[in-house]
């Protein structure tokens, strides 16, 4: 019995772990790629603000990216050290 209640854990987590991994990846392109077009239009609007909105448009796509990765690093978390096991 304590053998099919730790194997039900271990394939909810994978579950889990494929949704937090997958729904981050979808959001950081999707975000990703409505800013990098936001960028380009409004560089075509006003080609003079094009290196102060580059740097910002870099900046924002490092921390969508990093919003990304802390999800990845929580779901290798349960990966390899699940702690609901115990």
Not at 8 to 20: E, P, V, Y
Not at 22 to 48: D, H, N, T, W, Y
Not at 76 to 83: D, E, R
Request: charged share 10%; proline share 3%.
């Amino acid at each position: 019995m304590e053998h099919q209640f730790i194997a039900l854990i271990q394939a909810n987590t994978a579950l889990a772990i494929g949704i937090i991994i997958g729904l981050g990846a979808i959001g950081a392109c999707i975000g990703i790629g409505i800013m990098g077009s936001k960028f380009l239009e409004s560089a075509a609007r006003q080609p003079e603000l094009v290196p102060l909105l580059q740097g910002r448009m870099f900046l924002l796509a490092g921390l969508i990216d990093a919003a990304f990765l802390i999800g990845v690093a929580i779901a290798m978390f349960f990966a390899f050290a699940n702690p609901l096991i115990k």
